[in-house]
């Protein structure tokens, strides 16, 4: 996008063309702290080169040959963690070396192989949501690994398995959004909740967590948009801003510097 005359440029696949992509579905993408922008598709990753335009693959290697990108991070030593559904990869793109951490022999780091978001929070944590065991919490120093998958309810414990998405907030709070519901955990009290609305457990099917500068978060659900506020503990529908769409379903959002959803 050229934002100076609002034109777009298009870029696909064609494997007649050298340095095209590999696969049009574009399921992530992310800009480094050096400004390279890493593209996962639906067969793979790679680097795509915002000067010259073209697309270098990096080959991830695993036993089922697909490499189903969901998400791409950077950690604070420059490290590219690449999420996908059949385990979790680190790239490093001084070195062009890559390495594979999933269930493989007899080295069992990952309860799941089937991730769906990675996030590295405030603290340098790292964060795998999952799609049958939970969220994962990962400390690099070592590396310690802690499988989260419970939060309470009144006096009840209850499972949560399936997370889409996970969120950590300008007050450190991580958001956990789930195929039934919104979770918060505390980490500063290690209380672990879930969102209610009118006095039950909301459980919406969440896909999709950002903030405003107010702090409110916007929540993108299978069947709309929603934002929440955490200090007033308020929830509410917002399918006005996306009315004239297809549907009311929201698959990603964005808050920018602007609060423009």
């Known amino acids: 996008l050229d934002k100076d005359n609002g034109s777009f440029e298009v870029f696909l696949a064609n494997e007649l063309q050298a340095g ?37 693959p990096i080959e991830l290697t695993n036993n089922s040959g697909t490499a189903i990108i969901s998400r791409i991070r950077e950690n604070k030593d420059g490290y590219i963690y690449i999420g996908t559904l059949n385990g979790l990869y680190r790239y490093s793109p001084e070195e062009e070396q890559l390495s594979l951490w999933g269930n493989t022999g007899k080295h069992q780091l990952l309860a799941q192989n089937d991730i769906r978001d990675i996030m590295f929070d405030h603290a340098g944590l790292l964060w795998i949501a999952t799609r049958y065991s939970g969220l994962v919490k990962v400390d690099m120093m070592p590396n310690r690994f802690e499988h989260l998958n419970t939060y309470t309810s009144g006096s009840a414990t209850k499972v949560f398995k399936r997370v889409n998405t996970v969120y950590s907030d300008s007050k450190k709070t991580l958001w956990i959004g789930t195929s039934d519901g919104l979770i918060r955990f505390d980490q500063q009290n290690n209380q672990i909740t879930k969102i209610k609305n009118n006095g039950s457990e909301w459980s919406k099917n969440i896909t999709s967590l950002d903030e405003d500068s107010k702090g409110n978060l916007w929540i993108g659900t299978h069947t709309g948009l929603y934002v929440f506020d955490d200090n007033r503990r308020t929830l509410t529908l917002r399918n006005d801003i996306i009315e004239g769409s297809v549907n009311n379903m929201v698959d990603k959002l964005l808050v920018d510097s602007h609060d423009h959803i």
């Open 20 to 56: 095209s992509l590999d696969n049009n579905l574009i399921r992530t993408l992310f800009s480094d702290s050096r400004g390279r922008m890493w593209v996962g598709t639906q067969s793979g990753f790679g680097e795509f080169d915002i000067i010259t335009n073209k697309f270098r």
